[in-house]
């Protein structure tokens, strides 16, 4: 895993990330609500578009190995999930998140996650993996804040995770096909 010597841990993660046009349709539906809330923050770029899984920053590098060999274990079929809603997250004042969320089109998702944590706990991330989950795709940040507001669904298959580091853009290091 040399990979990690190079890209210092502090920003990874492993996420799932919509397809290409998937992304740019998420973009475009940002764009749109971004007008009509009045934000002022800059949208997303569709490549940096996510949901993120585990943060795995900060951890030394037999830790990273650890729990890419939790990911690499993991056998799952691909699966839907389903955006149906957008809302501003607390954050930090002056840069709230603004992002879309689910409730009954993010169960496998919230699954998956809990079947990959399960794998990272037996590699000794037991602590990691127990962290709360909140499945969301940060569209922008933003100093103002909305209430949680219907959309037409957004949906994808996810066929695969991706470990991510994120400086300048996200860099796919990694990643873990769906398949049984």
């Keep these: ?3 990690f010597a ?8 492993l996420a799932v990330v ?9 973009h475009r539906v940002a764009g749109v609500l971004k007008r009509a ?15 993120s899984l585990f943060s795995l920053g900060g951890l030394p590098e037999r830790q990273l190995c650890a729990a890419c060999e ?10 839907e999930v389903s955006f149906d809603r957008t809302a501003s997250f607390r954050g930090r004042t002056g840069n709230r998140p603004f992002v879309l969320i689910g409730a009954k ?4 998702l919230q699954s998956f996650r809990q079947m990959l944590g399960v794998a990272m706990a037996r590699r000794g991330l037991r602590r990691l993996a127990s962290t709360n989950f909140t ?5 922008l940040y933003d100093a103002r804040s909305v209430d949680e ?6 949906a994808w298959t996810v066929t695969e995770f991706v470990l991510v580091h994120s400086q300048r853009g996200h860099q796919h290091l990694a990643r873990w096909c769906l398949c049984r």
Excluded: C, N, Q
């Design 1 to 3: 895993m040399d990979k």
């Design 37 to 51: 809330h009045k934000f002022d923050g800059k949208l997303m770029a569709p490549d940096r578009l996510h949901v």
């Design 149 to 154: 507001y219907p959309i037409e669904p957004v």
């Design 135 to 139: 499945p969301h795709v940060t569209l």
């Design 105 to 108: 089109g993010l169960r496998r």
């Design 70 to 79: 939790a990911a690499t274990e993991l056998r799952t079929e691909p699966f």
């Design 18 to 26: 919509p397809d290409a046009s998937t992304a740019e349709r998420i």
């Design 6 to 13: 190079s890209t210092g841990s502090a920003r990874l993660f």
